[in-house]
């Protein structure tokens, strides 16, 4: 099993709408995980933590699940400028803190 | 302000040569990174580094040299030796510590053989 899993996509969604990424790791002993935000040929830059009482900024919300081994995002009443890559980040399996990517969840919101 | 710094943002190699890309920090973090993104691809890890004079290799590191001669500078060089060296080149930082991963990006840079 992959350390990082996720679905490339693309979720293609209207304004307004709903949508909802998991992220799977393999790793049961991670404790902090994080979702990044990448736009097109632009670095990764932070958007959430996600601890074990999850996270909510805003329209965001950040869940983990330890018996599933999975965190999720959540975007409320999505926007244009939410259109990116969405990508989670977990500590690797091994006692290493080396941050290892999954490939990433592409999101379009369209009008 | 702190951050860190990629240069160039644009690199042009020609066939069986070497190239140096620049990563420079002053947020003080003892852990740097270099990764590889291929389109529509995850990061990739090539090398990293958790204190001066010390680096390890990462999942490709083959083609690849860094040296860490100070905490701020974690330069790349592509040798010829990598085959396929066009891909966006992503340098991060981060505090180096027990559950702590929070990464730091530079802006990138592109690389293209020509």
């Known amino acids: 099993r992959k350390e990082v899993e996720q679905d490339p996509g693309p979720f293609n969604v209207p304004e307004g709408a709903t949508v909802a990424f998991n992220c799977t790791y393999s790793n049961s002993a991670s404790q902090s995980f994080f979702w990044y935000r990448q736009d097109c040929r632009k670095e990764p830059k932070l958007l959430m933590s996600?601890?074990?009482s999850g996270n909510e900024d805003g329209r965001f919300t950040a869940q983990l699940n330890r018996a599933s081994q999975y965190i999720s995002l959540l975007i409320r009443d999505s926007k244009l400028s939410d259109s990116a890559t969405y990508l989670c980040?977990?500590?690797?399996?091994?006692?290493?803190?080396?941050?290892?990517f999954g490939r990433g969840t592409s999101l379009i919101v369209h009008p | 302000d702190g951050g860190i710094t990629q240069s160039p943002k644009y690199l042009f190699r020609k066939e069986g040569q070497n190239v140096t890309l620049s990563c420079e920090q002053n947020?003080?973090?003892?852990?740097m990174y270099w990764y590889r993104q291929d389109p529509g691809q995850g990061l990739r890890l090539i090398y990293y580094?958790?204190?001066?004079?010390?680096?390890q290799k990462g999942d490709i590191a083959e083609g690849y040299s860094v040296s860490r001669e100070k905490k701020e500078s974690f330069p790349l060089t592509v040798t010829s030796a990598q085959k396929n060296p066009t891909a966006f080149y992503l340098c991060a930082s981060s505090i180096f510590g027990q559950g702590n991963t929070e990464a730091f990006f530079g802006q990138g840079t592109r690389l293209t053989v020509v």
């Open positions: 980040v977990v500590p690797p399996s091994g006692g290493s803190y080396i941050p290892t």
């Open positions: 580094s958790q204190i001066v004079n010390d680096f």
């Open positions: 947020l003080n973090h003892d852990a």
């Open positions: 996600v601890y074990s």
